[in-house]
C-alpha cells in the first residue's frame, strides 16, 4: 500500500503542506484548519469498479484490520499507517435501515436510517477516533514523544477517546468543566482510566486551556479539528453508498454541532466521484437545534456572513454549540451539495425522537434534530415524497436515558410529549388487568 499517500494541507489553499505525523493543527503560514489530502493520481492505478469489489469483499471479511468499517478503505482514508499500529474496536459497517412507516409520518416513505449510534462507544465518533488514535500508536512506535492525547468534550468525544487510548495503552485525558457534567458524561472515560479534570470554568474554558496545554507537542489534540478525525468520520457517506448499491440517495439529513462530521460526509462523497464511484451527489441537508443555530442563522443570509451565537441549554448537548470550529469546512461542502440548513425546537427534537422509537428506533436527541428537520423539509417541498432519504443517526439512545424518561414523565421543559407512554399503576387483580388490557387495545387498534 506504500504507493499510496496522504498529507495535512490548509484548507484556505495557501498551498502550505505537512505530514500526517506532524503535531500541527492549524496551517503555519496562515492559521487556517488543516484538511487530510490524498495522492489521487496514484488510487486512480484502480478503475472504479475494482475498488467497489475490494471494499464489497472486505465488507465480509474477517483479516485485520479490514473487518473494521473505516480500515476496509484504509487507502483511501490513511494508506501510510502499519496495519500493526491501528487501534480498532469493531468501528462502521453500521447498519443502514429502511423505515418506510416513519418515512411515511415524516412524508418521505423511502425513508433509511443510518445507524451511527450502534458502535463500541456508542456513537459516530467512534469512525474518527480510530484514526486519530492510530496514527499516534504509530508515531509513539516510530519514537515520537508523544506522551498523552487530550480533549475537552463534555460526552461523546472524551467517551470514544478514552476508549480508544485505553485499548492501545495511551494515556488520555479529559477536560471537563466541573459540576456540570452528568454521572452518564463521566462514566465512560472514567471506566476507562482517562484523566478526568475538572476545571472551575464553562465549556469554552476547558477549550482554551486544551488548547493551551497541548501548545506542548508531547500531549496530542484529540478535538475536531484535528482532520484526522475527519478522515475517518468521511467512510460513512461511502459506506452508506455502498449498501444501496453505490446509487447515492436523493438527500441525507445530519445534525450538526461543531460541524466536523457534516464536513466529512461531503468529503467522501467528493473522493466517490473524483475516484468514478459515483456521477451524481446527494443533497446535504445540516440540521441544528433552535437554541444552538448559528449554521442556521448564515444559511438564512447564504453564508455572507458568520455568525456566531452564545448556545443555549437544549435537549440535543452533542451539539450544543454556538460558534463551530469546522464552520469553513461546512460552508465548502454545503455549497458543492446544494446543500440546506434546517432548524429544530425543543417539543419538535423530542417529538421527533418519540415518533422513531414508536418505529422500532431508539434515538437520540441530536437524530430528533434530524427527523425534525426532515419533516419540515418534507412539508415545504425541498423534500419529495419519491426522494431517498438518508437520516444519520449519531448516537445510541441508551446513552440519553435522561432524556427518554423525562419523555414519558412529560418533565421536558418546553416539551409537550405527544407519544407519552407512561406505565399503567394497576391494582393485583386478573379482572381490573384484563380491562385495562381490552381498553388498550381498543384504543391502539
Ligand atoms: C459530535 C456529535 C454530533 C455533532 O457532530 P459535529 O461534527 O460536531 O457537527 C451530533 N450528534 C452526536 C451524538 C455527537 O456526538
Ligand atoms: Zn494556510
Redesign the pocket.
Known amino acids: 500500500m506504500t504507493q499510496y499517500h496522504s498529507w495535512l494541507a490548509c484548507i484556505r489553499g495557501c498551498g502550505r503542506r505537512y505530514s500526517i505525523y506532524d503535531v500541527i493543527y492549524r496551517c503555519a503560514a496562515c492559521g487556517a484548519l488543516l484538511d487530510v489530502e490524498h495522492d489521487l493520481d496514484a488510487l486512480k492505478d484502480h478503475s472504479a469498479a475494482a475498488w467497489m469489489a475490494r471494499f464489497e469483499e472486505r465488507a465480509r471479511s474477517t483479516t485485520w484490520p479490514y473487518q473494521s468499517g473505516v480500515w476496509a478503505k484504509k487507502e483511501w482514508v490513511c494508506p501510510q499507517i502499519d496495519d500493526a499500529n491501528i487501534v480498532s474496536l469493531g468501528e462502521g459497517n453500521t447498519a443502514l435501515l429502511p423505515n418506510p412507516r416513519l418515512g411515511e409520518a415524516l412524508g418521505a416513505p423511502d425513508l433509511w436510517i443510518k445507524q451511527c ?1 450502534v458502535s463500541h462507544t456508542g ?3 467512534d469512525l474518527g477516533m480510530t484514526v486519530l488514535v492510530s496514527v499516534v500508536n504509530q508515531m509513539r512506535a516510530d519514537g515520537q514523544p508523544i506522551q498523552a492525547v487530550a480533549c475537552a468534550s463534555t ?3 472524551s467517551a470514544a477517546m478514552a476508549a480508544y487510548c485505553a485499548a492501545a495503552d495511551i494515556p488520555a485525558i479529559v477536560f471537563l468543566p466541573r459540576g456540570k457534567v452528568s454521572t452518564a458524561q463521566l462514566a465512560q472515560p472514567i471506566a476507562h482510566g482517562a484523566h478526568v479534570l475538572a476545571l472551575d470554568t464553562d465549556f469554552d474554558g476547558c477549550m482554551r486551556i486544551v488548547q493551551q496545554v497541548t501548545a506542548d507537542q508531547t500531549i496530542y489534540l484529540a478535538n ?1 479539528m484535528n482532520s484526522l478525525r475527519i478522515e475517518g ?1 468521511k467512510t460513512v457517506g461511502i459506506e452508506i453508498t455502498q449498501q444501496l448499491g453505490w446509487e447515492p440517495p436523493d438527500w441525507i439529513i ?11 460526509l461531503g468529503r467522501g462523497f467528493l473522493m466517490m466521484r473524483e475516484l468514478g464511484l459515483i456521477d451524481r451527489l446527494p443533497r446535504i441537508a445540516s440540521a441544528q437545534a433552535a437554541r444552538a443555530n448559528p449554521l442556521y442563522r448564515s444559511f438564512q443570509d447564504a453564508f455572507a456572513e458568520r455568525h456566531t451565537v452564545a448556545a443555549e441549554s437544549t435537549l ?1 448537548t ?2 450544543q ?1 454556538g460558534d ?1 470550529v ?1 464552520y469553513e469546512r ?1 460552508v465548502k461542502v454545503l455549497r458543492a451539495f446544494d446543500g440546506v440548513v434546517e432548524q429544530a425546537t425543543e417539543d419538535e427534537l423530542a417529538n421527533a425522537a418519540a415518533l422513531a422509537d414508536r418505529c422500532g428506533m431508539y434515538t ?1 436527541p ?2 430528533g434534530v434530524a427527523l425534525a428537520a426532515l419533516k419540515k423539509l418534507t412539508a415545504r417541498g425541498d423534500v419529495r415524497p419519491t426522494d431517498r432519504v438518508v437520516v444519520i443517526s ?2 445510541h439512545g441508551l ?1 440519553f436515558t435522561g432524556f427518554k424518561v423525562g419523555y414519558h414523565e412529560q418533565t421536558l421543559a418546553g416539551v409537550q410529549s405527544r407519544h407519552a407512554n407512561p406505565p399503567l399503576e394497576l391494582p393485583a387483580e386478573q379482572s381490573a388487568v384484563r380491562r385495562a388490557i381490552d381498553e388498550r387495545l381498543a384504543l391502539s387498534s
Open positions: 449510534g456513537s459516530f465518533k460526552g461523546d468525544t475536531s468520520q445530519i445534525p450538526s454541532g461543531n460541524l466536523g462530521n457534516v464536513s466529512a440535543a452533542a451539539i454549540i463551530p469546522s461546512a437520540c441530536q437524530t449519531t448516537a446513552k
